[in-house]
């Protein structure tokens, strides 16, 4: 059966941006929607915390190569970090800001991101057949150039958001219909 996850980014919820919106546009269709809530903060936020709760989605037989994942921020690398260490395929990806060994945030994002990076990004793209990059050309938290190497490194597609920000409800986006198309 298809399905999808939305995962948030750093201290961040499932409930945040344009997450809400997203899930009951899914849903609406009578499709199945996962939305995580991962631990956030200096002391919890790592990729093992993170990657124990997304394991007990496998166990249960949830995600699978019927499943779509869309991810925010430090989620895109976390999800391909994820796929590729636990080999393991999925129908698409859908990245929206996503960035990989990117420091300069501030030290509290830098200490909780820092653990999800990982080298050899481009072997997320034998865990998924689309792979979907959204970034923006002004995102005040992450560089245009690190999230334009994200993007160049593993997707299938590219769609940049002029003036987009962060694509958060920070800049504007409690929904993000641009989304629509690629669901």
Do not use: R
């Not at 899930?23 to 124990?52: E, H």
């Not at 394991?55 to 994942?69: P, Q, R, S």
């Not at 990989?100 to 945030?105: E, L, S, T």
């Amino acid at each position: 059966m298809e399905n999808y996850f939305l995962i948030h980014g750093s201290f961040s919820s499932p409930y945040s941006n344009w997450f809400a919106w997203t899930y009951d546009f899914i849903t609406s269709d009578g499709k199945q929607v996962y939305v995580p809530d991962f631990p956030i903060g200096v002391n919890y936020q790592n990729y093992d915390n993170w990657s124990k709760l997304l394991k007990n989605y496998i166990d249960f037989g949830l995600i699978t190569e019927n499943t779509t994942i869309i991810a925010h921020s430090i989620a895109p690398v976390f999800v391909s970090k994820f796929l590729v260490e636990n080999k393991l395929k999925v129908k698409k990806l859908i990245f929206v800001c996503g960035f990989n060994n990117y420091f300069g945030i501030n030290d509290e994002y830098d200490t909780v991101n820092k653990t999800m990076y990982f080298e050899n990004l481009e072997e997320v793209k034998q865990y998924a057949d689309n792979i979907i990059c959204f970034y923006s050309d002004n995102d005040p938290y992450v560089s245009y150039e690190a999230e334009k190497e994200f993007a160049d490194l593993i997707a299938t597609e590219q769609v940049l958001i002029p003036n987009g920000g962060h694509i958060n409800a920070e800049s504007g986006y409690d929904t993000f219909e641009d989304i629509v198309s690629y669901l």
